[in-house]
């Protein structure tokens, strides 16, 4: 009892030392996705509730459903007054009515491979395809059901994209890159690589957010830069996927951890960030084995049971593995030397 008693401590001042800057703005979410702002109305893509969900970041209401009995929905955009939504596990795209309060899903394309994120240039709707490693694209004027034409393919699971002028960037998932498209002449150029999962991206001035799944860490790279360069902006989360500005705020959807959360940039000091956010632990969940990005040294550590129960202890160095292929699944804890503490899940 002793031990759990510490480790409480432990894991309570380092939530609070870690989150410092964040608030929760949703919790209970069913593998929250995609996230979209109208007014003062976010919109969320529930994965795995099938749903899309929808609260006032201005009131303290409880967030509601907006349509449910969808198939995997991911990623959302919003045309005038319709939502098309990508239903990843139904391998089609599409759209409701946000006026109506009883809205019927009207199928927009359908025989897709893993639709995920989505952009407009003129008429045309410009998305990925995940496990069919393509862009394609519609003409949303166009009679419905509607076919799909290929826009560019042998791009790796394409995960998050964005458009800004003509060029389209795309995060490319299994090969940890983002890389642009110049839509009036399709030729794919990589920004940077080197990523753990990148997923959803977002434009805020040069910089071009990115969310890397794996680490739980949100960094940027200035697109005006002729070798961009990561920067480290913020981590901690429990599964960084879609990402959003709303203001001087960053939205985050933590897709494992179940909740949306938000932080204001100005508020984040680089020092601060470095001191408290830049040491991660990935992947989460994992089967077979653990890293630790972010450390500058060799630190001594400790894992404990969700009980309190330390289970394994040694040295780890940046990106060295932690083997836990034989830990029972469920839930534990890594803390560092230097008083970390990390939360992860064996399944």
Known sequence: MKQLYILTIILIF??????????????????????????????????????????????????????????????????????????????????????????????????????????????????????????????????????????????????????????LYVAQWSVGKISKIDITAPVIIDVIDELYNPEGIVLNGNDLYFAENATGKISKIDITASSPSKTFVVGGFDGSYGILFNGDDLYVAEYYGGDVSKFNMPALSTEENLMTKAITLFPNPSHNFIKISGLTQTMNYSIYNVIGLEVNKGKISQDEKINIQNFSDGIYYLKLENGNTIKFIKK
């Open 14 to 167: 380092s939530v609070l030392d870690l989150n410092a800057q964040s608030t929760t703005v949703v919790t209970g979410l069913d593998y929250p996705s995609g996230i979209l702002f109208n007014n003062n109305d976010m919109y969320i893509a529930e994965r795995g509730g099938n749903k899309i969900s929808k609260i006032d970041i201005t009131a303290s209401g409880s967030i509601s459903d907006v349509v449910i009995g969808l198939d995997g929905s991911s990623k959302m955009i919003l045309i005038g007054n319709e939502l098309y939504i990508a239903e990843y596990d139904g391998n089609k795209i599409s759209k409701i009515d946000i006026t109506d309060p009883n809205p019927n899903i009207t199928d927009v394309v359908t025989g897709l491979e893993g639709p995920g994120d989505m952009v407009l240039k003129g008429n045309d709707l410009y998305f990925s395809q995940f496990l069919g490693n393509k862009i394609s694209k519609i003409d949303i004027t166009a009679s419905i059901p509607t076919t799909a034409t290929d826009f560019i393919t042998g791009i790796n699971e394409p995960s998050g994209i964005l458009l800004n002028g003509n060029d």
